[in-house]
């Protein structure tokens, strides 16, 4: 039997079709090239629309979350000229020069909306409450139930104005009236989202700058962590995004703190320079094609990424060999091959976005999988521990959920393959449910996806690729 993909023949009906569906078949066997970093993406654009000058950045994701950054920046006065089908972005950040932040909030508010997407309400309420000014960050209503009041606690002693989160429990609106930063030391916590830390990280140069050209001396800024810091390669990439774009980041971590001592400590020196910037493929995106492989017995190269890549997602591929699958590493690119055929136990706290993979691969292992150390996926597009185990357990398996991650049990398999139940699969707005559950169709019968166009958040193509790459024609159901 073949595999298929039923799905749209283009885009435009990709918009309006209502479910997916994967039909079983044969390993997977291809290579591809995933789109670029989301995350690289957005921290790319804050360091170059921040700047003044021309910035040119290559291989950039065009999707709903870059592009709500996109949108942001230009409203802010940033030039970003977008070529090559998006991949390509020209940004020029000279509406920041000679801007006296004093007289900015006098200017009307400037709303900005930011959807879903958590890099860019927290990089940009970071960025533009050092830059100055009156803005309003808005998002869709599940964004207005995603915290961010670590960061406004973070900001209030530093920043000179008002900064408010306007939902319940510290969430998005964020209304912020700055006058820049006063240059004190930072803290913040770091149990909920990394994201904070790599926000205020990325905005010190911009306060560095404001207050350099105040004062007239160099300005150097310190951020610490108080307490657990989740996500940290994440961290990691921002510090070298940023000495791409020219300043100087000293990062170090202590594993030994305790709750409420320094478990990271940030020093960054110096201006962000305008620069030519080029951006990987996506490694989150390249877990669903590397467990296809997993999945099915196959075996599938991705192109563009090595265990050398900024992204600690593709520390995915050693958690496929640790459930029995080979990864091949060439010189630029990733080879999974073979099935996923051991359940495992492991902590997902650094690479968070591959759970939902994981999960999918779980149900098709001979023993259990634990996931541990990924409380945090309760923050994001939507719970992805209560809401992944439902959908987990309407396709037949056995699912315990645990305050900081879940257990999976697959049912035993029969000797034709699947035994797990066919299901329609609720996506919950997550691009990363629609992604994953999706691949369950590659042995089980039967699976179908609502909401296939949520994979717009980050990766609009993704049906169409997966369609190239198990190599069959495929149609959507429109229903
Ligand atoms: O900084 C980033 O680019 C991201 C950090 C992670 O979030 P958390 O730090 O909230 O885990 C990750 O889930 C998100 O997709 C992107
Ligand atoms: C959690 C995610 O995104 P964000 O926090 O940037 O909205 C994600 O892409 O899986």
Redesign the pocket.
Known sequence: MDTDVTAPADQSAAKTASKVSVQPGGPVRGTIRPPGS??ITNRALICAGMTPGQSHVTGALRSE?TAVMIDSLQRCGVQISVEAAGTQLNVNGDCWANRASSTVTERDCQELFIA?????VRFLTAALSAAGGHYQLQGVPRMHQ?PIGDLIDALQPVQQGNLTALSADGCPPVLIQSQGWNGKTIQVGGSI?S?YLSGLMMACPIAAGQLQAATGKPQSITVEVIGELVSKPYVDMTANVMRSFGAEVQLTYDDNATAEGVSATVTIDGNYQASQYAIEPDA?AASYFWAAAAITGGEVTVEGLTPDAMQGDVGFCEVLAKMGCKLAVGSDSMTISGRASQGIDIDMNAIS?TVQTLAVVALFADGPTRVRGVAHNRY??TDRIGDLATELRKLGARVDEHEDGLTITPPPQSASGSSLSPAVLETYHD??MAMSLSLAGLRQPGVQILDPACTG??YPQFFADLEALIGRPHRWSME
């Not at 879903?116 to 860019?120: E, W, Y």
């Open positions: 989301k995350s979350d879903n997407s958590g890099t860019t995603r989202s994201q989150s976005d994001k597009e691009h990363r958040k980050t």
